[in-house]
């Protein structure tokens, strides 16, 4: 079916602002993407899947100017012992960087990579999967036009965590970074995540985990108000593989995480994840989709958004147990603490289930602070402000348990507790 | 300590008069008790007290140490010298117990414009009273009352009761939910808190819990008011009898 012109007109528009990165192995797959993103137009505020957020400024062919955030706190995760890897503004810093080597890991970028790489049989093949039944234009093209990324491949348990730091320095920066990663049998990796990026991020990362592998992935999107981010994540599972991912969002006017995951192998187990705190001018969108494929798989979806003054949060949220995945527990929840009446909540929690014997639950709430609760805590001699965020730390808590590791677990706590005592000033 | 003078109160919402003129005198040092049928007023008196939305003081006074109370926020109460052990403690999930101690004695030092106390000695302090209520260290790292059952519920109230060294406490039925032994080592935990500058107003339906707690004075409560007061005797009595010879008595 022919594309509208006006969307046409649109994606032309923001392809003509790119340049294809010429030659390497990745240049088939590149040239297929671009393809695939003419074919089907990026998105417009008329699709379906962009009902609730407005695509536009992450379309158009100029990144919207993003203001620096001043700040002299120190980055999360600089006390976790970890190989560092800095990109400013979506350009790798060698500088800033720790070497890219690790035992029973190879780390590669895709800006540089040989000639011959392993990854050639991975780049753009789950983001392509993951464009049925959905499209997903904006990850297509990134595998297009990604001028970067890293490709790591994981062959034993990884002896420290991967710490991916997105440093913004320019105030119209726009990049695009695609990761992939390969974790073997029984390997096992934590890869984590923070910083705003650039004032527009479009970052795509595929994740294939052959069976018994583990990955772990916990992510803090920067605090910079006006930058926007698009971000896909992709992963296949493999027999009794794990894959469990957390986000923290705080702050940044547009925010798009998408999460694609599959099961295809036996006992797999699925996490996501999402912490969002947003005050004023903040958009945050969380979309899931999980397919479940094999016998007995697990998948966990928790979604926690604190919005006041006016913030808006979306969740879509959908589960597809295919035929035959029987023995399947599927979970999801998404729920908002709407801290004034002006902020609002759009949820579209979705099941489609083909295999008879299976557990699914879902739900989604929208509330204000447990009076009850509240009221508990002031009794105590807790002011009324304090107690407000000690019962929003305990409303994020479901999510943020999600994260195995304490410390990190404590550090989101704090950081949270942070951000909502400078709003009381 | 605490004296409360012709007390009217009502709901906010609906117009319906739950305390119809309540006087009552709590001294330091003394536990004075009220028992009461079921709707007399007995639970309203305490979230009043403790300063629970929802409740409209429409006459009356309420003073603890000469300071009116009825107009302070919860946590300026609390400050004061107010606590109120709650029937429902309420269930704060992702707050560590012990954080939320420290949160709350904290608070009130500050309020009170005294050092706050560090966590090392916080932490001895915590310790040695809640080995005295059998409460473990990992209950005190759990979420505050998250999946605690009814009596470590209310042991863990006891716990926040001498962290916080009120002088007024106020136990809305404590001893509800729990089993003997549970009850008495509640009891042995607020008797170890009894001393000369503290009141207690102990809120119960069954003489029971009072075997273990001696009351000094034992009110009758029924329909917003306190229709009879008197010694421990009076608690027996009620136990014997039920409200129905004393509401007759007083009708």
């Known amino acids: ?425 | 300590m605490l004296e409360i003078k012709n007390l009217h109160v009502k709901l906010e919402e609906e117009d319906k008069q739950i305390l119809k003129g309540v006087n009552l005198t709590v001294e330091a040092g003394k536990v004075h008790a009220i028992m009461g049928p079921n709707g007399s007023g007995k639970s309203t008196l305490s979230y009043v007290l403790s300063g629970k939305d929802g409740y409209a003081v429409t006459e009356g006074s309420a003073t603890l140490e000469g300071a009116d109370i009825l107009d302070m926020e919860p946590e300026e109460r609390a400050a004061a010298g107010i606590f109120l052990a709650f029937q429902y403690p309420v269930e704060i999930p992702g707050v560590g117990n012990m954080t939320f101690l420290r949160t709350a004695v904290n608070s009130q030092r500050k309020a009170r414009g005294q050092d706050e106390m560090s966590a090392t000695e916080f932490l001895k302090v915590i310790r040695a009273k809640a080995k005295d209520l059998q409460i473990d260290a990992e209950m005190l790292k759990r979420p505050v009352n998250v999946g605690f059952s009814g009596g470590e519920k209310k042991r863990n109230e006891i716990l926040q009761m001498a962290m916080l060294e009120p002088k007024m406490c106020i136990l809305d039925e404590t001893d509800s939910g729990l089993d003997v032994d549970a009850m008495k080592l509640v009891a042995d935990g607020v008797n170890a808190l009894r001393d000369e500058g503290r009141g207690f107003l102990v809120i119960t339906h069954y003489q029971r819990l009072l075997d273990h707690i001696k009351p000094d004075v034992v009110h009758i409560m029924a329909d917003g008011r306190i229709i009879k007061t008197g010694g421990p005797e009076l608690a027996l009595e009620v136990e014997h009898n039920g409200y129905a010879d004393i509401l007759a008595e007083v009708a």
């Open chain 1, 1 to 425: 079916m022919a594309l509208p012109q006006i969307k046409q007109d649109a994606t032309e528009v923001r392809l003509a602002a790119l340049d294809l990165p010429k030659g390497g192995w990745a240049q088939a797959a590149r040239e297929d993407a671009l393809a695939r993103v003419r074919a089907m137009g990026l998105p417009s505020g008329r699709d379906e899947y962009w009902k609730y957020t407005r695509p536009d400024t992450l379309v158009q062919p100029d990144a919207p100017k993003a203001s620096l955030l001043e700040t002299d706190e120190t980055l999360i995760f600089d006390d976790v012992d970890r190989l560092k890897i800095v990109f400013v503004d979506g350009v790798f810093s060698a500088a800033e960087s720790d070497d890219l080597a690790m035992e029973h890991v190879s780390i590669d970028r895709l800006a540089d990579a040989p000639d011959i790489h392993w990854a050639k049989d991975h780049y753009g093949v789950l983001e392509t999967r993951g464009q049925t039944p959905v499209q997903r234009p904006l990850a297509t093209l990134n595998t297009a036009f990604a001028t970067d990324g890293l490709l790591i491949q994981v062959t034993g348990k990884a002896p420290k965590p991967i710490s991916v730091i997105y440093r913004h320095e320019s105030e119209t920066s726009d990049a695009i970074l695609h990761h992939v990663v390969k974790i073997e049998n029984g390997a096992e990796l934590t890869l984590l995540e923070n910083g705003p990026a650039a004032a527009r991020f479009n970052k795509c990362m595929e994740v294939e985990i052959a069976d018994g592998g583990v990955f772990h992935h916990i992510r803090a999107q920067g605090r910079d108000h006006e930058r926007r981010a698009a971000t896909a994540i992709f992963t296949r599972l493999g027999e009794e593989s794990v894959f469990k991912s957390f986000t923290l969002t705080a702050n940044g006017v547009l925010t798009r995480n998408e999460c694609v995951i599959e099961l295809t192998g036996d006992n797999a187990v699925a996490h996501v994840a999402g912490a969002c705190v947003g005050d004023g001018d903040f958009h945050h969108d969380d979309t899931v989709f999980i397919t479940h494929d094999a016998l007995n798989c697990e998948s966990r979806q928790v979604f926690k958004k604190v919005l006041r003054n006016g913030a808006t949060g979306v969740f879509q949220g959908k589960i597809l147990v295919k035929q035959g995945a029987q023995k399947t527990d599927g979970y999801q929840i998404s729920q908002s603490l709407l801290l004034d009446e002006d902020s609002q909540f759009l949820a579209k929690p979705e099941l489609e289930i083909y295999a008879d014997d299976v557990v699914c639950s879902h739900g989604s709430t929208s509330g204000a602070i447990d009076e009850e609760g509240l009221f508990y805590l002031r009794s105590r001699g807790i002011e009324e402000g304090p107690a407000t965020d000690l019962l929003t730390i305990a409303f994020l808590a479901e999510a943020v348990m999600e994260i195995e590791d304490q410390a990190i677990q404590d550090e989101i706590n704090s950081r949270v507790e942070a951000w909502l005592s400078r709003r009381r000033g």
